[in-house]
């Protein structure tokens, strides 16, 4: 069974940094894109960041472009977000996502994603 499970999500102040992970289990990702969703409350969700199965290959949404950093290790089968200079705009609870087929690319879009996990909160206090 493919599981998915973030952490890392808090409550922080405004101008504060956390850093997600996401461990992925019941099979290797080493060879798919991975990406982070956000959805907030009465909003749809979001995408924020997705990286390409080496590393070579990284999307950003505008909104966190300067801000967060996406990054994977594929011997943890682990991929990280690294998110600086936080908003209370950023509130939202993040998901993780993993592709089932090999692309060398890292899309945006979550139709493109199989796998998905259960969601961390984020809350930056103003």
């Known amino acids: 069974q493919v599981q998915l499970v973030e952490s890392g999500g808090g409550l922080v102040q405004a101008g504060g940094s956390l850093r997600l992970s996401c461990a992925a289990s019941?099979?290797?990702?080493?060879?798919?894109?991975m990406a982070w969703f956000r959805q907030a409350p009465g909003k749809e969700r979001e995408f924020v960041a997705a990286?390409?199965?080496?590393?070579?290959?990284?999307q950003y949404a505008d909104s966190v472009k300067g801000r967060f950093t996406i990054s994977r290790d594929n011997a943890k089968n682990t991929v990280y977000l690294q998110m600086n200079s936080l908003k209370p705009e950023d509130t939202a609870v993040y998901y993780c996502?993993?592709?089932?087929?090999?692309?060398?690319?890292?899309?945006?879009?979550?139709?493109?994603?199989?796998?998905w996990g259960q969601g961390t909160q984020v809350t930056v206090s103003s």
């Open positions: 996502a993993a592709d089932s087929a090999f692309w060398p690319r890292a899309p945006v879009s979550a139709l493109e994603y199989d796998y």
């Open positions: 019941g099979r290797t990702f080493s060879r798919n894109a």
């Open positions: 990286i390409n199965w080496s590393g070579g290959m990284t």
